[in-house]
């Protein structure tokens, strides 16, 4: 497939590395001749330099032979006019990101089907998003949908008084009576370890559950973990993503503080919302917060326009008793980092929205991606070829490659969890945990 990105930025870097990877022909389209050339040197794209607004310019880097579109530059302007003008080389499918909250109103005519875009992306409103699919599953730092929403990819961190410490994981799965989640990854300090049965778990390990929605309240307590609604919530950030989450906290009727230093703005959210309380302070005071009972908080959710406020606030509240805190980060080399420190989870919104775009133009085979930030490890949804290996050998015996584990199957609609004996039939939506090294071998696996 050929595939166009229009912008150079940390969402534009992102989706080169992953879909130049996958063996995608990818064309950088940017004004920035430095980081053109700086990026052609780390990733197999080709590189063409111009505007994207430009007609010319996408005709020279070949729009009239492009399956799939995508502009993803800081000017929303830019990018709604590379995606018109593409649309008339008759390109498949077009992707563009925007900020203007215009384009996400209920019954504006700026909406993707009267502007001719098969997607339009926020960073704001994905990061809203995935805080809110964060905050419902509070013990997991880590949430990932498949199979339409069926199944879920949960991540946990196993604290240093969790009873199933030294356990195996067969000793695990044997007290559940009921084969219905795979762990498929442990992460153990740097190393990504594909578990067996006799593999046992240590204090600080994180670890990958994959169950079927409806299977996550019965799987949970077997390691000693419940989620439950956050009871109250302050935000720290009063700008787009905090004034999102804060109105869907409301109608979820959960009790929620909003912080902002900002006097003007406090004044506009408090019109914007009914419920919650609106706090005209620093969320590094830690005085003005005790008071309003941060040590209470269930969940801290720091999202202003400073990664360092963000992490020090973060950190704050923790070392104050918040039981989960929420870190917005602009830097995603320093997510890994943050985990260190004992911050429960950071997000980047260019991350986040550029993972969000992979689900979407995933084409043929691969139905969906996730990739888990700060680690080497992703998780796809692909189809089964029409093999008549597969139906006819069990999963166990299948040599299937080294880093990678099934772990669900959905077939006409219905979700199993795999054990050992269970076939795969042509049609099959399998969901695969696998480290990134693996990638490659398990597509060529999945070939007819």
Known sequence: ?????????????????????????????????????????????????????????????GIDKTDLFIAVTDSDEVNLVACIISKHYNVKTRIARVRNEDFFSPGTPLSEKALGIDMLISPDHAMAEEILQLSLMSAAFEVADFAGGQVELLGYVVQEDNPCIGLSLQEIQDKGGKYNFVMVAIVRGDTTIIPRGLDRLEAGDKIYLVARKKDIKSVEPLFHLISRNPRRVFIIGGGKIGLQVAKKMEQQGIEVRLVDKDQQRCQFLSEQLEETVVLNCNGLEAHDLLEEGIDQADLVISVTNSDTANILSSLL???????????????????????KLGIDVALSPRLVA???????????????????????AEVIELKVPNIKLFSDTPLRSLQFPQGAVVGAIVRNGEVTIPKGDTRLNPGDNVVIFLRKDALQEVESFFEE
Do not use: W
């Open 1 to 61: 497939m050929r595939i166009m990105i229009v912008g150079s930025g940390k969402v534009g870097y992102h989706l080169c590395e992953k879909l130049s990877v996958e063996g995608q022909e990818v064309v950088l389209v940017d004004r920035d001749e430095t980081k053109l050339r700086r990026l052609e040197r780390e990733l197999n794209i080709l590189p063409v330099l111009g505007s994207g607004a430009s007609a010319k310019v996408l005709e020279e880097a």
């Open 317 to 339: 509240a923790k070392h104050h008793g918040a039981k989960k805190c929420i870190t917005h980060i602009t830097r995603p080399d320093f997510i890994p980092l943050l985990g």
């Open 354 to 376: 550029a993972n969000m775009i992979l689900r979407f133009v995933r084409g043929g085979r691969i139905v969906s991606v996730a990739t888990l930030l700060g680690s080497n």
